[in-house]
């Protein structure tokens, strides 16, 4: 089926890219060898693949399919189909010879795995001799810092990370639960909207009247109580003003529930909805809501949190925007709320493969005070370690500034060792 999907593909693009980039032939294709051909020739000699209708004109047995997968899922299976298919007949045949003769055997074994090769598509960049490319794209950052990167809404954080990068970019915000990760990621994401980019907003837990909501708080500072509790704290007329004004925008705020992707959000649904609404940024409010394509049934949740990361910065890289994500720290998260620490990476939820896979990692907590902290755990191109405190109006999406404080070189050889804290009562602020 793999291989019919594969020519299906190829007729929906229009090209035979995914043949030629992984040097497939017929062999591959044994079930549709003349499909395969008939394609392959018609764009060698049109430079186009068949349409359908060509195509079921000459082999009206087949069905055309509708594929959705990855390519990377495509060329994974059917090379490994394609083993197996290669391998039977050369067990089969080593278990025959077993009963007579080992030392046949064993020769013919010898022989013929040579032949059972893995085929893997191999490659890689000479970075010496590509190395004007390399310069030329520093020129490009230099020069054009809005194409290469996104603020993120609050200028003290840019001033430490640099913002957000468009591409390469997987920002992790992690934090216990009810301390206001969700706010800041739409506080991000809503900024980003703001300079003038399209932004998809993925959320597993509200709908996108409350995330309509919590965005109006945070772009016009719109009372968040009076709009839950549509209560008069919220002026009708100066409300439909606003709204007014905001529909005239126009880039996009697309909000997603899990009942949009059928209640399976994949690597491959998100890529595909980033196509269909040119977003240039997307966050997800919890990782764990997206399910695993290539999960296996034995494997447990680090190993499927490990592969989503990984999918999800080689989706930032294939597509060219970041992807932000909020993840729940552990028991081991919870600190002293006479202190203005904050938890450490090692107690990310279920997966310290999220922590390895990110490009940044943001810490946050409200201390005893209600204060906002923010904390730099992770960043490849910068220092770790930085703290931020803001005054946060959460009704009105207000944040101000406080102060901003170094982490000692000791405090950060002991957030590096794996320890357990005692745990203390959490804030109980009201987030909406």
Same mark, same amino acid.
């Given at each position: 089926m793999?291989?019919?999907?594969?020519?299906?593909?190829?007729?929906a693009?229009?090209n035979?890219?995914i043949?030629?980039d992984?040097?497939l032939?017929?062999?591959?294709?044994?079930?549709?060898?003349d499909?395969?051909?008939?394609i392959?020739?018609h @764009?060698?000699?049109?430079?186009?693949?068949p349409d359908?209708?060509?195509?079921?004109?000459?082999?009206?047995?087949?069905e055309?399919?509708?594929?959705?997968?990855?390519?990377?899922?495509?060329?994974?299976?059917?090379?490994?189909?394609?083993?197996? @298919?290669k391998?039977v007949?050369?067990?089969?045949?080593?278990?025959?010879?077993l009963?007579?003769?080992?030392?046949?055997?064993?020769?013919?074994?010898?022989?013929?795995t040579?032949?059972?090769?893995?085929?893997?598509?191999? /490659?890689?960049?000479?970075?010496?001799a590509?190395?004007?490319?390399?310069?030329?794209?520093?020129?490009d950052?230099?020069e054009?810092?809005?194409?290469w990167?996104?603020?993120t809404?609050?200028?003290?954080?840019?001033?430490?990370?640099?913002g957000?990068?468009?591409?390469?970019?997987?920002?992790v915000?992690?934090?216990?639960?009810?301390q206001?990760k969700?706010?800041?990621l739409?506080?991000?994401?809503?900024?980003i909207?703001?300079?003038?980019?399209?932004v998809?907003?993925?959320?597993p837990?509200m709908?996108?009247?409350?995330?309509?909501?919590?965005?109006?708080?945070?772009?016009?500072?719109?009372?968040?109580k009076g709009?839950m509790?549509g209560?008069?704290?919220?002026?009708n007329?100066?409300?439909?003003?606003?709204i007014?004004?905001l529909?005239?925008?126009?880039?996009?705020?697309?909000?997603?529930?899990p009942?949009?992707?059928?209640?399976?959000?994949?690597?491959?649904?998100?890529r595909n909805w980033i196509?269909?609404y040119?977003?240039q940024? #997307?966050?997800?409010?919890?990782?764990?809501?997206?399910?695993d394509?290539?999960?296996?049934?034995?494997?447990?949740?680090?190993?499927?949190?490990?592969?989503?990361?990984?999918?999800?910065?080689?989706l930032?890289?294939?597509? /060219? #925007?970041p992807?932000?994500t909020?993840?729940q720290?552990?028991?081991n998260g919870?600190?002293?709320?006479?202190?203005?620490?904050?938890?450490?990476l090692d107690s990310?939820?279920?997966?310290?493969?999220?922590?390895?896979?990110?490009?940044?990692?943001?810490?946050?907590?409200?201390n005893?005070?209600?204060?906002?902290?923010?904390?730099i755990?992770?960043q490849?191109?910068g220092?770790?370690?930085?703290?931020?405190?803001?005054?946060?109006?959460?009704?009105?999406?207000?944040?101000?500034?406080?102060?901003t404080?170094?982490?000692?070189?000791?405090?950060?050889?002991?957030s590096e060792?794996?320890?357990?804290?005692?745990k203390k009562?959490?804030?109980?602020?009201?987030?909406?």
């Amino acid at each position: 089926m793999v291989a019919l999907q594969i020519l299906c593909k190829c007729m929906a693009s229009g090209n035979i890219d995914i043949i030629e980039d992984n040097q497939l032939t017929e062999e591959y294709f044994t079930e549709y060898i003349d499909e395969f051909n008939f394609i392959v020739n018609h @764009y060698k000699e049109y430079g186009n693949t068949p349409d359908t209708s060509t195509f079921l004109s000459k082999f009206p047995e087949d069905e055309i399919l509708e594929v959705n997968e990855s390519d990377r899922y495509l060329i994974d299976t059917v090379r490994e189909e394609y083993l197996y @298919y290669k391998s039977v007949p050369i067990v089969q045949h080593i278990a025959e010879l077993l009963k007579t003769d080992a030392n046949a055997a064993a020769e013919y074994m010898i022989h013929a795995t040579k032949e059972l090769n893995p085929n893997y598509n191999l /490659g890689g960049i000479d970075i010496v001799a590509d190395a004007i490319t390399r310069y030329n794209e520093f020129i490009d950052r230099k020069e054009h810092q809005d194409e290469w990167f996104f603020t993120t809404g609050f200028p003290e954080l840019d001033d430490l990370i640099h913002g957000i990068q468009r591409q390469e970019e997987f920002f992790v915000i992690f934090a216990r639960t009810n301390q206001g990760k969700s706010w800041i990621l739409e506080k991000i994401a809503t900024h980003i909207w703001e300079i003038g980019f399209n932004v998809g907003y993925i959320s597993p837990e509200m709908g996108p009247s409350s995330v309509g909501y919590r965005f109006d708080t945070l772009h016009a500072h719109v009372d968040n109580k009076g709009l839950m509790w549509g209560n008069d704290d919220v002026d009708n007329d100066l409300y439909k003003k606003y709204i007014d004004e905001l529909s005239q925008r126009k880039n996009k705020f697309i909000v997603a529930t899990p009942s949009d992707f059928d209640r399976r959000i994949t690597i491959t649904k998100l890529r595909n909805w980033i196509k269909k609404y040119n977003l240039q940024a #997307i966050a997800i409010d919890g990782i764990t809501y997206l399910s695993d394509e290539r999960g296996k049934k034995t494997d447990n949740k680090n190993t499927s949190l490990t592969n989503l990361s990984e999918d999800l910065m080689g989706l930032s890289i294939e597509m /060219g #925007i970041p992807v932000l994500t909020v993840v729940q720290a552990n028991r081991n998260g919870v600190v002293d709320n006479d202190s203005d620490d904050l938890p450490e990476l090692d107690s990310m939820r279920d997966s310290d493969g999220i922590s390895f896979n990110a490009s940044k990692v943001i810490a946050l907590r409200q201390n005893k005070d209600g204060d906002l902290l923010m904390q730099i755990k992770k960043q490849r191109n910068g220092l770790v370690g930085k703290k931020l405190s803001y005054k946060w109006n959460a009704n009105i999406g207000e944040f101000t500034h406080i102060t901003t404080t170094d982490v000692s070189r000791t405090e950060r050889s002991k957030s590096e060792t794996p320890r357990k804290r005692e745990k203390k009562e959490e804030s109980k602020e009201d987030l909406f």
